[in-house]
Each structure stands twice: as structure tokens, then as C-alpha cells.
């Protein structure tokens, strides 16, 4: 049964969304066959905006397409992880200390509508947990007033939740999400407050005990000493 179509975006923009998230949310697994004419039957479209939404997809690392438009999703690689860890460990403290130095009133009530609510992601997150995760930091981003930077750890993001997502096959417990729930909580405080270096300090806290650092952990273990 084909999904329904929205009718105020294109179609190739409806598959990108819908894919997108099917990879995001875990239903389409790293190194999967994409099959497209199932898919595109599934969501009520041709195959041709699902091939650009596919290319799109491609581009931001999520898609590996060769030359027979057979599609896959990206496997997760030990390297990309550590990439991804070293430079958020670089980008998200400084992105921290920016905001509580340049925040104006609009953004200090867009953090705090974005902290409504939020939790330290459980095992399995729904799709939803993970964009109300990922809103709440975009939010600091934002108030760095910084745009080449906003852009850079935004378009990081999809790809570190597939990592994330890795890492809670082990559960995390009661204290781990605790602390994680009150490290929100300080960098939300530290921003709003203008204390850099305490948003400084504890984003590179939340970013060196992160899912990320341990998926990178995890995936580059069997490797160490090789």
C-alpha cells in the first residue's frame, strides 16, 4: 500500500525525506539493498525523483549507488566514526562558547523551546527522539551567529546519527543518561547566562563521552594494535 504524498513538496523531495528517515530510524539497515521500484511503489512516486532523491543522498554519504543504479546504504566504517568524532570535538565546544557569547533573546527562547521535553536518547529512539535530539543542539548552533560553522556541524549530523544509533545496541543505564540529561541542562544554563567557558568545557564533556565517541570506540577496537 503506497504512503501518502504530500502535495506541498516536489516528489523527489518527498522520497528524500521518507528515505532519509527510513535510514535515520534504523528500518533501512547499513549495507542493505534499496530496492527502487518497490520503494517507489511504497511511497506512491516514479523511480525518477526517487533516483534524485537517491543522488542527494549519495552526496551526504547516507547512499552508495553504482553503476547499474543499483542503491545500498552506506555501511558504518571505523574511520568515518573517528572523523566524525574528531572534528565535533573541535566544532561543537567552540560553536558552544559562540553562542553564550552572541545569543540574543531569540535565540535563548528558541534553546529553551528546543529543551522542552528533551531526554537522553534510550535504546532503539524513534525517529522523533532523535530530531528533538538534534534540534536542541541546531539551536545552539544557531545562536553561534556563525554560519560557515552552523552549516559545517549541521550537515554532519544525519551521518552521526547512524552512529549513535550503533552504540545503543548497549544500553545505556540509569546514571550514563542522567549525567548526559544533566549536561543538557549546564550547557542550556551556560549559553543563556553567557558563561563561554562553562559551554565550552561541557560541550566537549558531552562530545568526548558522546554515542559517537563510542561507536568510533567500539568499531576501531578490532583494529587496535594491528
Known sequence: MAEPASALVTKSELAYNRVREKILSGEFLPGSVINQ????????ISTTPLREALRRLKAEGLVELDAHRDARVAGLRAEE?????????????LAAALAAQRRTKADIAEIREAAQGLAALPSNPEYGQL????????AIYRASHNDLLIE????LWDKADRYRRLALEVERGPEER?????????LLESVIVGDSDTAEAVMR???DTSLGA?????????HAGS
Open 205 to 207: 564533556e558531552h562530545i
Open 131 to 138: 530530531l528533538h535530539h538534534r534540534g536542541f543542539h541546531a
Open 81 to 93: 566514526a573517528r572523523d566524525l568524532y574528531e572534528v565535533r570535538r573541535s566544532l561543537d565546544p
Open 37 to 44: 521500484a518497490t520503494l517507489a511503489r511504497t511511497i506512491g
Open 214 to 222: 563510542k561507536a568510533a570506540w567500539r568499531l576501531l577496537k578490532p
Open 178 to 186: 542522567a549525567r548526559k540529561d544533566k549536561e543538557h541542562e549546564v
Open 152 to 155: 559545517t556541524l549541521e550537515s
